[in-house]
């Protein structure tokens, strides 16, 4: 099967890609927001000069379904005390978070990801992998704004191309058929 290269197949390519991907913020369990944040990690280094804490060795961050799993783990604040960036940095760094009661957590890795708190992006660079209930999307770059829902994904070369796969759904079984 050959694709052709019209707006109107990358169209339909870009929507289907942009439902793939879950705002984990935005789509999160209603109660996500209101359970306390759980840092555990080998090491911690606080500068409130310069409002930044960085976590490393096995990092693991949670609240409520979100998991944030890393090597390094920056938390970038200003001078209110109010969490400007979070950049999480592995081998691959891994992010979940479980988006609705009834569906798997939405799954995402990258050698780096940055939650850029007041442009409400999430960023993911380096081998940058999603999956949503089996659909898939991988490229070297992912840019993902919470707040729209909009998307773009990016390869570096040849080898390392954007790569979708998505499942058709299931059509619910009618009875006498």
């Known amino acids: 099967m050959k694709l052709a ?4 197949q990358i169209a339909v390519l870009a929507l289907t890609a942009a439902c793939v991907l879950a705002a984990p913020q935005a ?3 209603p ?3 209101q359970q306390p944040v759980k840092v555990s990690a080998d090491n911690l280094e606080a500068n409130r000069s310069k409002n930044l804490s960085i976590y490393s060795g096995n ?7 979100l998991q944030i799993r890393a090597d390094r783990v920056e938390v970038h604040g ?7 960036k979070v950049v999480a940095t592995g081998k691959p760094a891994h992010f979940q978070q479980q988006v609705e ?10 050698q780096r990801i940055e939650f850029l708190v007041a442009r409400d992006a999430l960023q993911l660079t380096g081998e940058a992998f999603v999956d949503r209930d089996g659909n898939t999307l991988s490229a070297e770059r992912i840019d993902y704004d919470l707040n729209s829902e909009q998307m773009q994904a990016q390869g570096q070369s040849e080898k390392k191309r954007v790569e979708m796969i998505w499942k058709p759904e ?5 009875d006498g058929q």
């Open 5 to 8: 290269n019209s707006r109107g």
């Open 170 to 174: 299931a059509k619910p079984v009618q």
């Open 59 to 65: 990092v693991v961050i949670s609240q409520g379904s």
């Open 31 to 33: 109660d996500d927001r």
């Open 27 to 29: 789509l999160a369990l």
């Open 101 to 110: 009661e009834s569906t798997n957590p939405v799954k995402a890795r990258a």
């Open 78 to 84: 200003n001078s209110k005390g109010e969490i400007n």
